[in-house]
């Protein structure tokens, strides 16, 4: 059992930066591929991006390539989410998620374990 807990939302203007942390409990952190996810009111979640077990490898949707970097510190049992550039499209909650395999997935049914989200919201 993972147990995943987000923080670092909030209120930022557009052009600005945040990073989303996202801690979980358990020793079997390393072995487990991090996504994160996204959803906007009104609309469906979405992948963010993933970063594999033994953070070699990233993936991002293309809206957020070159502004938004994954990252983990196994060490910590935590991977990060550093957003650049935020834009008011960017807005909603945040859901960190675990996967275990060796390959990073991307899409939501192949996460396991979820957090419950931190609210990102970004004004014009």
């Known amino acids: 059992q993972v147990q995943l807990v987000e923080s670092g939302g909030g209120l930022v203007q557009a052009g600005g930066s945040l990073r989303l942390s996202c801690t979980a409990s358990g020793r079997t952190f390393s072995s487990y591929n991090m996504g994160w996810f996204r959803q906007a009111p009104g609309k469906e979640r979405e992948f963010v991006g993933v970063?594999?077990?033994?953070?070699?490898?990233?993936y991002y949707t293309d809206s957020v390539k070159r502004r938004f970097t994954i990252s983990r510190d196994n060490a910590k049992n935590t991977v990060y989410l550093q957003m650049n550039s935020l834009k008011p499209e960017d807005t909603g909650v945040y859901y960190c998620a675990a996967a275990a395999g060796k390959l990073p997935p991307r899409r939501g049914y192949e996460f396991h374990y979820w957090g419950q989200g931190t609210q990102v919201t970004v004004s014009s």
């Open positions: 970063i594999s077990w033994n953070g070699g490898r990233t």
